[in-house]
């Protein structure tokens, strides 16, 4: 359609505006992280670099940047295996049910966080409380796995819906043993959906806060816990901002991966 | 990885086709529908218990106090619309910010920009979302930089549901923004080229040709939305001051008040808003655009 150059004009100072929304209150944070007054006080008189050594520093951020890593890690091993398997089951079976299961899956992220949460919680105190386990590191895996299967499934579904099953027919003709065919063809085949998958699985689950409120135990700090406890402490403010400046720069990170394997993420929303 | 299983499929699915599916689906049935699901059921029938008011313990009697608690008592409506507010404000505020942008990225920027401009709108989307508030936290703190664009501390909006708004609009924004761009990508622009031949201005092309065309579009981001800011009750935490929130009751009835068939019977009005939402957008279409 013709446009006007008015209307071009227009057009283009909206996407300005847009990009300046997203961006201005993410650089205001990293800024911030310099900014040598204790309150932020706006704008910055002196600059400094303390507070990224405090932070350094911080014992209590440290470990909840460890116990975040290994519950996303554990978090994404779990949905991967799941969600591959839905996802072979799905194509290469039909089976009573089929439609009900691809739904299900979709189900612990459409609903809200606290749903889940607290369903989650009450089920576990009243079954694995009952035989001795208490909520911990484990509690929180399950939690972050029952709602990371979608990504790794949608991925690895689209993949094999796209890539059908005529090379490992091919393969199996050719005198291969089926785990030969897995190694050499299907495998290859849905690495990099396995890889689109796990990583926004890391990212869903190192991100979310809801269900993990409800699922870790007394004594189990995530870092967006860590975050959340410490936002509201005046004298922990400087540090908790150089926290929140380091995690807007390691999302560049996911991207850039993204960018290498060419893939739009957008199978289903983080927390 | 139970690797074997799965390399028998494409080979020979027809030897023993049904062990291959229940060892396939095993694991995976077992998680989501027995703990998953069950969980979730034990959650709703929960809801139909009660707590006694002495000992604190619950009481497994089908009731329908807390509903009746819920429907009677005039907080819980309010709290129940005031959500329902907030996330409608939320969604149509991001769609009035997202159509210009969609519309710039797919029709108006030359390819190469538009693959920097997709980039430029999802890179937010892997910064944490505690991040993005606590952003908007010091943002719109009392002194905080909206306060000296609007003339001194106190003068900006501050912590309130206006902060809560525009927040959630700003957290949620991209959910809207991609599908809206994906629904105009595939617009085809023969199809703006026509309307043009046969006399149309921009403005009329737009009102009658691609606007009814973006609907399912912008059912399907609203569905992110809408959904996301029914449930939350973190960022209004953050940024809303003293503003409650059908989360922040069902948070504050597990911890404080330790009355779960009660936290459970006030999660069910989100989750049935959410399906009658999901009855109505389907009608649009707006459930295969996801």
Same mark, same amino acid.
């Given at each position: %359609?013709?446009?006007?150059?008015a209307?071009?004009?227009?057009?283009?100072?909206?996407?300005?505006?847009g990009?300046?929304?997203?961006?201005?209150?993410?650089l205001?944070?990293?800024?911030?992280?310099?900014?040598g007054?204790?309150?932020f006080?706006?704008?910055?008189?002196?600059?400094?670099?303390?507070?990224?050594?405090a !932070?350094? $520093?911080?014992?209590?951020?440290?470990? !909840?940047?460890?116990?975040?890593?290994?519950?996303?890690?554990?978090?994404? $091993?779990?949905?991967?295996?799941?969600?591959?398997?839905?996802?072979?089951?799905?194509?290469?079976?039909?089976?009573?049910?089929?439609?009900?299961?691809?739904?299900?899956?979709?189900?612990?992220?459409?609903?809200?966080?606290?749903?889940?949460?607290?369903?989650?919680?009450? $089920?576990?105190?009243?079954?694995?409380?009952?035989?001795?386990?208490?909520?911990?590191?484990?509690?929180?895996?399950v939690?972050?796995?029952?709602?990371?299967?979608?990504?790794?499934y949608n991925n690895?579904l689209?993949?094999?819906?796209?890539?059908?099953?005529?090379?490992?027919?091919?393969?199996?003709?050719?005198?291969?043993?089926?785990?030969?065919? /897995?190694?050499?063809?299907?495998?290859?085949?849905?690495?990099?959906a396995?890889?689109?998958?796990?990583?926004?699985?890391?990212?869903?689950?190192?991100?979310?806060?809801?269900?993990?409120?409800?699922?870790?135990?007394?004594?189990?700090?995530?870092l967006?816990?860590?975050?959340?406890?410490?936002?509201?402490?005046?004298?922990?403010?400087?540090? &908790?901002?150089?926290?929140a400046?380091?995690?807007?720069?390691?999302?560049?990170?996911?991207?850039?991966?993204?960018?290498?394997l060419?893939?739009?993420?957008?199978?289903?929303?983080?927390? | 990885?139970?690797?074997?299983?799965?390399?028998d499929q494409?080979?020979?699915?027809?030897?023993?086709? *049904?062990?291959?599916?229940?060892?396939?689906?095993?694991?995976?049935? =077992?998680?989501?529908?027995?703990a998953?699901?069950?969980?979730?059921?034990?959650? %709703?029938?929960?809801?139909?218990?009660?707590?006694?008011?002495?000992?604190?313990?619950?009481?497994?009697? /089908?009731?329908?106090?807390?509903?009746?608690?819920?429907?009677?008592?005039? &907080?819980?409506r309010?709290?129940?619309?005031?959500?329902?507010? &907030?996330?409608?404000?939320?969604?149509v505020?991001c769609?009035?910010?997202?159509?210009?942008?969609?519309?710039?990225?797919?029709?108006?920027?030359?390819?190469?920009?538009?693959?920097?401009?997709?980039?430029?709108?999802?890179?937010?989307?892997?910064?944490?979302?505690?991040v993005?508030?606590?952003?908007? *936290?010091?943002?719109?703190?009392?002194?905080?930089?909206?306060?000296?664009?609007?003339?001194?501390?106190?003068?900006?909006?501050?912590?309130?549901?206006?902060?809560? @708004?525009?927040?959630?609009?700003?957290?949620?924004?991209?959910? %809207?923004?991609?599908?809206?761009?994906?629904?105009?990508?595939?617009?085809?622009d +023969?199809?703006?080229?026509?309307?043009?031949? =046969?006399?149309?201005?921009?403005?009329?092309?737009?009102?009658?040709? &691609?606007?009814p065309?973006?609907?399912?579009?912008?059912?399907?981001? +609203?569905?992110?939305t809408?959904?996301?800011?029914?449930?939350?009750?973190?960022?209004?935490?953050?940024?809303?001051?003293?503003?409650?929130?059908?989360?922040?009751? @069902?948070?504050?009835?597990?911890?404080a008040?330790?009355?779960?068939?009660?936290?459970?019977? =006030?999660?069910?009005?989100? @989750?049935?808003?959410?399906?009658?939402?999901?009855?109505?957008?389907?009608?649009?279409? $707006?459930?295969?655009? =996801?």
């Amino acid at each position: %359609m013709t446009l006007s150059p008015a209307a071009r004009w227009a057009l283009r100072a909206a996407m300005a505006l847009g990009l300046t929304f997203i961006y201005v209150p993410l650089l205001l944070v990293l800024v911030n992280s310099f900014n040598g007054d204790r309150t932020f006080a706006w704008p910055p008189h002196d600059l400094t670099t303390r507070w990224w050594a405090a !932070a350094w $520093a911080s014992d209590g951020a440290r470990q !909840a940047l460890l116990t975040s890593v290994q519950a996303a890690l554990g978090a994404t $091993a779990t949905a991967l295996l799941l969600g591959t398997l839905v996802a072979f089951a799905v194509h290469r079976f039909a089976f009573f049910g089929r439609d009900t299961l691809s739904l299900l899956i979709v189900l612990p992220i459409a609903l809200p966080g606290i749903v889940t949460g607290i369903a989650l919680d009450s $089920a576990w105190r009243s079954v694995m409380g009952e035989l001795g386990i208490g909520k911990g590191l484990l509690s929180v895996v399950v939690g972050h796995a029952t709602f990371c299967v979608v990504t790794v499934y949608n991925n690895v579904l689209a993949r094999l819906r796209r890539t059908g099953t005529t090379l490992e027919e091919a393969s199996a003709d050719l005198g291969a043993r089926p785990w030969q065919t /897995f190694r050499y063809v299907t495998f290859p085949l849905i690495r990099s959906a396995l890889l689109a998958g796990g990583l926004l699985a890391f990212a869903l689950s190192f991100d979310e806060i809801i269900v993990t409120t409800f699922t870790a135990g007394p004594g189990l700090t995530t870092l967006p816990l860590w975050i959340f406890t410490n936002l509201f402490r005046p004298n922990q403010a400087p540090v &908790v901002n150089v926290v929140a400046a380091v995690l807007i720069i390691a999302s560049v990170i996911p991207v850039w991966v993204a960018q290498r394997l060419a893939f739009t993420p957008g199978s289903g929303p983080p927390r | 990885m139970d690797a074997g299983v799965d390399g028998d499929q494409g080979v020979s699915m027809h030897r023993h086709p *049904r062990w291959q599916l229940a060892g396939l689906l095993a694991a995976p049935v =077992l998680w989501l529908v027995v703990a998953y699901l069950g969980a979730l059921g034990v959650l %709703m029938v929960s809801a139909f218990w009660t707590v006694n008011g002495f000992t604190g313990g619950i009481v497994r009697e /089908f009731s329908l106090a807390n509903f009746r608690t819920i429907l009677g008592e005039e &907080v819980y409506r309010t709290v129940t619309l005031r959500s329902v507010g &907030v996330a409608a404000a939320v969604t149509v505020i991001c769609a009035v910010v997202a159509v210009p942008m969609a519309f710039y990225m797919a029709k108006v920027a030359s390819a190469r920009s538009r693959h920097w401009l997709v980039i430029a709108v999802l890179t937010p989307l892997w910064a944490s979302y505690l991040v993005k508030a606590y952003a908007w *936290r010091v943002l719109l703190g009392n002194g905080g930089p909206i306060d000296s664009l609007f003339g001194g501390p106190g003068r900006g909006p501050g912590y309130g549901l206006t902060a809560t @708004v525009i927040v959630l609009a700003y957290l949620w924004l991209p959910y %809207m923004i991609l599908p809206i761009y994906a629904g105009l990508d595939r617009l085809p622009d +023969s199809l703006l080229e026509a309307s043009a031949d =046969l006399g149309a201005r921009a403005g009329h092309t737009l009102r009658r040709i &691609v606007l009814p065309l973006l609907v399912p579009s912008v059912a399907a981001g +609203s569905i992110f939305t809408f959904s996301l800011s029914l449930g939350d009750y973190i960022t209004v935490q953050i940024v809303g001051g003293k503003t409650q929130l059908i989360g922040n009751l @069902v948070y504050a009835n597990i911890g404080a008040a330790g009355n779960l068939p009660f936290a459970a019977a =006030l999660a069910t009005i989100p @989750v049935l808003i959410m399906v009658i939402y999901l009855i109505a957008v389907r009608r649009s279409g $707006a459930l295969e655009e =996801l």
